[in-house]
């Protein structure tokens, strides 16, 4: 089963996660590819897709926005789950948190099955005049690589299921009905 993961992401932190849930989803023997979005060719070719973003103001980055606007049609015929990466603390790791009411439209505009909110980073050396005033305070990386590979997890179980009642729904229709 050939897995898309594809991210928009300004500063880099939501870049990694989407290679580590590839990683951690070919560990789950999936045949998983983290692509930046114009990397990404035909849709059409991976059997399920995941979309993560950056969150800025509460947005996800415009290149994951952009990623589901124009691959809606394609999105919506396969399984889909989504990934915020953001909170500048622990919260990510302590409690579930919900997508932003932005994320959330976008997961309805393409039916997607669930969503994670997964912490944010913040280097020292970020670039840009909003970042750089928020360093001081918010400075810090609360990714958690175990929340992450949980996840992954989860994700790669619902898909096996899914295969498996496919294959069961497939076998069945074959038999010819007497
Ligand atoms: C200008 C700015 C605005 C941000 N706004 C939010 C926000 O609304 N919600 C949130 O959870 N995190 C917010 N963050 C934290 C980022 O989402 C976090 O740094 C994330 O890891 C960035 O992803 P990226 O490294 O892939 O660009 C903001 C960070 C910056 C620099």
Do not use: C
């Not at 035909?42 to 969150?55: E, K, Q, S």
């Not at 415009?62 to 394609?74: G, T």
């Not at 789950?81 to 393409?110: C, H, K, N, Y």
């Amino acid at each position: 089963m050939r897995i898309l993961i594809t991210y928009g992401s300004k500063l880099g932190g939501t870049r990694e996660i989407a290679g580590q849930l590839a990683s951690d989803l070919r560990d789950e023997g999936l045949d998983a590819q983290a692509l930046a979005p114009e990397d990404v060719g035909d849709v059409r070719a991976y059997d399920a897709v995941i979309v993560g973003g950056g969150l800025y103001a509460n947005r996800w980055h415009r290149h994951a926005r952009r990623f589901v606007h124009r691959h809606a049609q394609e999105l919506r015929e396969r399984p889909v789950w989504f990934f915020s990466s953001g909170p500048l603390d622990d919260s990510a790791s302590r409690e579930r948190i919900p997508p932003t009411a932005q994320v959330r439209a976008l997961m309805e505009q393409v039916g997607a099955r669930g969503h994670e909110t997964f912490g944010g980073r913040l280097a020292r050396d970020a670039r840009g005049f909003i970042a750089r005033s928020m360093v001081r305070e918010h400075a810090g990386d609360w990714r958690d690589s175990g929340q992450i590979a949980r996840w992954a997890r989860g994700v790669a179980a619902e898909l096996r299921e899914a295969a498996s009642a496919r294959a069961g729904f497939e076998s069945a229709s074959q038999e010819s009905p007497r």
